[in-house]
């Protein structure tokens, strides 16, 4: 019984291991991105940039052509950091990086009052937040919304300290209040930076073929974000998953115990 009790100690050793090292990537399928909890964001700068070494480290790592995403939740807010390597010059004013959430997920046609995007714009002092609903084919049916308090979207260049490469190129970040939409474990979601050197526009997901860079694409059209532990909560799955098996190594030893006491009784 106690040889047994030590195989299924290691067991669960080499699972959570496992689950710690493959989450979140390994589940993900074709556009959709896993949103990690990380207990590290409200360390993060909002200077537009990667700031030091471990910034961005604990989030989920998405990429769409050479640029890279990183996104976390902690508290009450959604963590997005946009990479774009692709993008080495420095158009002040002009670059800029856009989010937008369907937030209950209903993949419309037509944008409706739960889908909102946030723009930031390179070195810009305003982020503009927009609401579907608007009657207006031109504006790609979003309205203009004042801005909540805590929200904040950077964009400027990046150096040394970042990440992926030291040649200088535009990043942006982005604090987004939960308040704004509300707490869902599935959001469609969409993201597209501009290059004003170049004229293109990039966009998640990749499959998107754009005929015009100025319109929004429609929500039915965009990928999802998933929280996997379930509607934005303070535990990580791996956190969770460690536990249940911890406690059940615990219940399963104290049964053997038991067990192995009527023997001795006997």
């Known amino acids: 019984m106690y040889e047994f009790l030590i195989r299924m100690n290691k067991l669960v050793f080499f ?20 949103i990690t909890f990380s207990d590290t964001m409200e360390q993060v700068e909002f200077d537009g940039k990667w700031t030091f070494g471990s910034e961005w480290k604990a989030s989920s790592l998405e990429t769409f052509g050479v640029n890279k995403i990183r996104m ?42 739960d889908d909102y995007c946030f723009i930031a714009i390179l070195e810009g002092k305003s982020v503009f937040t927009l609401q579907g609903g608007s009657p207006f084919p031109f504006t790609s049916y ?46 469609g979601f969409y993201l597209e930076t501009f290059d004003a050197s170049n004229g293109q526009s990039y966009s998640w997901p990749e499959v998107i073929n754009k005929t015009n860079s100025i319109k929004i694409p429609p929500p039915n059209l965009w990928g999802e974000i ?25 219940i399963l030893s104290k049964k053997l115990n038991y067990g192995r006491l009527r023997i001795n009784i006997h």
């Open 15 to 34: 699972i959570s291991l496992l689950v710690l090292l493959n989450f979140p990537t390994s589940f993900a399928e074709p556009n959709e991105i896993l």
């Open 72 to 113: 976390a939740h902690q508290g009450d807010f959604i963590y997005v950091m946009i990479n774009q390597l692709s993008d080495t010059t420095y158009n002040k004013g002009s670059d800029k990086a856009m989010i937008c959430f369907d937030t209950i997920n209903d993949k419309s046609v037509v944008p409706n009052e």
């Open 142 to 187: 979003y309205n203009k919304i004042i801005n909540h308090d805590d929200l904040l979207a950077i964009g400027t260049m990046s150096d040394g300290n970042d990440r992926y490469s030291k040649i200088p190129h535009t990043t942006y970040e982005f604090k987004i209040p939960i308040e704004i939409f509300g707490r869902n474990n599935v959001y």
């Open 226 to 250: 998933i929280s996997i532990d379930k509607s934005l909560p303070e535990f990580p799955l791996p956190f969770v998953v460690f536990t249940i098996m911890f406690l059940s190594v615990i």
